[in-house]
């Protein structure tokens, strides 16, 4: 394995992240538009949620989804930018190969996505329980967060049981 290599794969598996980091933004959207509904009829208080925000909210959904795929899916034109000419002909020892250092990669993702969101989570169902308790209800903002956080925990429960596939997928020669 080869240097350049190195970077690739590290520039790669950076993209993925940060397709799950945009995951933020996606609920982002989901409470404007929530919010948007329920302000609809008091344009005082719309002003600041009106369209030139949520195109902004798209747009950065856009810009951080184009970022990501550039960064997953153009690994080998970063790497001309950022590898020395010897890093194309320098050998690097690794105890294992491409595939185990993306499933290796996958797993920590994961786990990382998971520890991440499982803070978050709990406070989310401690104040479901607060509420309950003193007899209110969860507004939809606080269940686009509880959703958020659980759809975030099983992306990366599902991100660890699938870390060999992708493995494969991503170790390919193209």
Do not use: H, W
Request: proline fraction near 2%; include cysteine.
């Amino acid at each position: 394995m080869k240097k350049s290599d190195i970077y690739e794969i590290a520039i790669k598996i950076l993209g993925l992240f940060l397709f799950l980091t945009s995951i933020t933004i996606i609920k982002e959207i989901a409470g404007t538009f929530m919010l948007y509904f329920q302000l609809r009829n008091e344009p005082e208080i719309m002003g600041q949620y009106g369209s030139a925000y949520i195109i902004s909210v798209f747009v950065q959904l856009f810009v951080v989804l184009a970022f990501a795929s550039f960064l997953t899916f153009g690994t080998k034109i970063i790497a001309k930018k950022v590898c020395k000419p010897n890093d194309y002909e320098e050998s690097v020892k690794l105890f294992t190969d491409k595939k185990d250092i993306y499933e290796i990669a996958f797993v920590i993702i994961g786990l990382l996505t998971i520890v991440l969101s499982l803070p978050s989570l709990l406070v989310d169902i401690k104040t479901f329980v607060q509420l309950k308790n003193n007899q209110m209800e969860f507004i939809d903002r606080d269940y686009i967060n509880f959703l958020y956080r659980i759809s975030e925990i099983m992306i990366g429960i599902i991100i660890i049981y699938f870390s060999n596939s992708l493995a494969i997928l991503f170790a390919k020669k193209k």
